[in-house]
């Protein structure tokens, strides 16, 4: 398997665009899951999948984020309108019902001038 | 999830042991012990977990107190590719848990050539 993947690995946008980030899981994992890396706060899980329903939200900033994930190998994560303090690292990561390991994409690297 | 308390950063010599310490003095009973570690740019790498009993495994060993308050993190012989950060997450794990960690701030180990 090609592990978690991620896509853009770099995205550079504009202060009030929309942004969409895009993450396909490992097949045959049952949770996915959504954070955020920056400087001042560390790794920061936003929200989790299982069997792609949202399990816990809580993470999430504000409403401008929403994630879904409409089938088993795929979610995404929007940004609307994105400002620049939503700049971060945003990490996917996904692994099994009966496993105590998560594995992590490489990340997309997003900037908001 | 218990909080856990690491060293900022540490140095090693290449070719020696490094050492990893990590207080996690509320753990309750059914807290297992994470270790993940993630080198720069990349996500974050399962590196090994235990309840109550030391483990080793192909990357490290982790030696977990009688009183199960603190725990080290073993890599035995550290070479120049293991400069990371180290997470030590507590977290309850088994089934319809959510698997989702908490990443705290980490031990950044540097191996001195």
């Known amino acids: 398997d090609a592990g978690v993947i991620q896509s853009p690995r770099h995205e550079v946008t504009e202060m009030g665009q929309e942004v969409t980030l895009r993450c396909k899981p490992i097949?045959?994992?049952?949770?996915l899951f959504w954070y955020r890396q920056t400087m001042m706060r560390g790794l920061e899980l936003l929200i989790y999948?299982?069997?792609?329903?949202?399990?816990?939200d809580s993470g999430m900033p504000e409403d401008r984020f929403s994630a879904k994930m409409p089938n088993a190998s795929f979610s995404t994560l929007k940004i609307q309108p994105s400002e620049p303090r939503d700049s971060a690292v945003y990490f996917c990561?996904?692994?099994?019902?009966?496993?105590?390991?998560?594995?992590f994409g490489q990340g997309t690297r997003l900037t908001v001038v | 999830d218990a909080k856990t308390t690491q060293p900022p950063s540490m140095d090693c010599a290449e070719g020696r042991a490094a050492n990893l310490p990590c207080n996690h003095s509320?753990?309750?009973?059914?807290?297992?012990v994470y270790w993940y570690r993630q080198i720069h740019s990349q996500g974050p790498q399962y590196i090994i977990h235990?309840?109550?009993n030391n483990e080793t495994n192909e990357m490290a060993s982790l030696i977990i107190t009688e009183d199960r308050k603190s725990s080290t993190l073993i890599l035995p012989h550290a070479t120049l590719r293991d400069t990371a950060v180290y997470y030590c997450?507590?977290?309850?794990?088994?089934?319809?848990?959510?698997?989702?960690?908490?990443f705290g701030t980490g031990t950044s180990l540097t191996v001195i050539p």
């Open positions: 997450i507590v977290r309850v794990a088994g089934r319809n848990t959510g698997n989702q960690f908490y």
């Open positions: 990561a996904s692994s099994r019902l009966d496993s105590t390991e998560a594995f």
């Open positions: 999948f299982n069997n792609n329903v949202p399990i816990d």
């Open positions: 097949s045959g994992h049952d949770y």
């Open positions: 235990g309840l109550k």
């Open positions: 509320t753990i309750s009973g059914n807290e297992y």
